[in-house]
Each structure stands twice: as structure tokens, then as C-alpha cells.
T-cell receptor, first 110, second 113 residues
């Protein structure tokens, strides 16, 4: 089965950089997803990593190390609207259904 | 392109009653998923349809939950009879192919009293 661990809460200052870590244990590996979820809204897709390394997409970047079972989401130039939960998820081994971590609630303060 | 839509957005029912949740996926998405988030816990997988067929229903908690996907279009999730522990937010998601990013609906917040 899967075991996904990420910090419960983080606080960062507007304009700063924050790194949200995720560790996972899976019986197989089919990539790792990051989703953003604002309170009361649907989770929205941020990034997908299947190979080791850093994927940059604007202010958001995601890193993966398959050998370490580790990923992080890096948010730069934080804005107040970035306050949300960030969910790390991996597909079930050999099939599609995503298994989610509990999410990291990020609060951006002025 | 219209997103995934779910109805109702909120439902409050008494223990023992029946509730039916509906999900309309993005048109053309063969894969449809139901997930649930109980307060304070992670989003958990319930089941997966490919077109009208149940691909994986390993996450369904018990036989009080029944999901259907008529004609491979919209899907319904019925809870009968509802119990207190069924309270939570039920998300539907769809994707065009397996292993592609999921598009989530806004969820149905179910409260069983």
C-alpha cells in the first residue's frame, strides 16, 4: 500500500519562498502529483513528476527523488492567494486511483 | 470547456435516510472517480469507473454505498441508509485517460445528523 507524509501546517510571509515536503512509500511508482485546494473548493492540479529532478512552472516548482521517496513543492514570491492546502498524491501501484496525503495547510501572512 | 459538476453542493439528512449524489464529468472523459474527505483526514478513494464499468471499487466502505454510471456519462452515488460516520465531502473527478491529472468537482458536503 501507500504511505504519504507531509507537514500539517506551514506559515510563510508574503513575497517569501516556501518549500512543502512530501515523503512517500509505494509498492510501485507511477509518478507523483501536487494539487492545490482552497477552502471549500475543488483540488486543482499543480504538477506531475515521474522522473527525478526539478520541474519549474512559473512561481511553482516541484522536485522528485525516486530513490529517496521524496518530493517537494517550492512556491516563490508568495502571494496571499497562495494560502491553501497543498496535497501530495501518488497513483495506486499499477493503476490510476490516486492516494492522497493529508495535505499541508499553508498560511501566507503580510 | 465545462468542468466537473456535482449536485447538490450541500446535503443535510438524518441518520437512516437516503441521499443520492450526482456527478457530471467533463464531456469525453471516460474515467470517473469518487473520493471522500472526512473532517481532519485525507481525501480517500472510493471507486473508479471507466465508461460505464466499475474498474475499481476497493475503496467503497460498505454495501450501504451504491455507485452507478448510466451510459458512461454522469454518475450517481447513493448512500442508504446513511450513518453519522458518512458525513464528509464527496468529490468526483474525471480524466480522459489513466494516469492523467484529475479534474475535480467542487464536492458535495454531506452532513448526517
Amino acid at each position: 500500500g501507500q504511505n504519504i507524509d507531509q507537514p500539517t501546517e506551514m506559515t510563510a510571509t508574503e513575497g517569501a519562498i516556501v518549500q512543502i515536503n512530501c515523503t512517500y512509500q509505494t509498492s510501485g511508482f507511477n509518478g507523483l502529483f501536487w494539487y492545490q485546494q482552497h477552502a471549500g473548493e475543488a483540488p486543482t492540479f499543480l504538477s506531475y513528476n515521474v522522473l527525478d529532478g526539478l520541474e519549474e512552472k512559473g512561481r511553482f516548482s516541484s522536485f522528485l527523488s525516486r530513490s529517496k521517496g521524496y518530493s517537494y513543492l517550492l512556491l516563490k514570491e508568495l502571494q496571499m492567494k497562495d494560502s491553501a492546502s497543498y496535497l501530495c498524491a501518488v497513483p495506486n501501484s499499477g493503476n490510476t486511483p490516486l492516494v492522497f496525503g493529508k495535505g499541508t495547510r499553508l498560511s501566507v501572512i503580510a | 470547456e465545462a468542468g466537473v459538476t456535482q449536485f447538490p453542493s450541500h446535503s443535510v439528512i438524518e441518520k437512516g435516510q437516503t441521499v443520492t449524489l450526482r456527478c457530471d464529468p467533463i464531456s469525453g472523459h471516460d474515467n470517473l472517480y469518487w473520493y471522500r474527505r472526512v473532517m481532519g483526514k485525507e481525501i480517500k478513494f472510493l471507486l473508479h469507473f471507466v465508461k460505464e464499468s466499475k474498474q475499481d471499487e476497493s475503496g467503497m466502505p460498505n454495501n450501504r454505498f451504491l455507485a452507478e454510471r448510466t451510459g458512461g456519462t454522469y454518475s450517481t452515488l447513493k448512500v442508504q441508509p446513511a450513518e453519522l460516520e458518512d458525513s464528509g465531502v464527496y468529490f468526483c473527478a474525471s480524466s480522459p485517460v489513466a494516469h492523467s491529472p484529475l479534474h475535480f468537482g467542487n464536492g458535495t458536503r454531506l452532513t448526517v445528523t
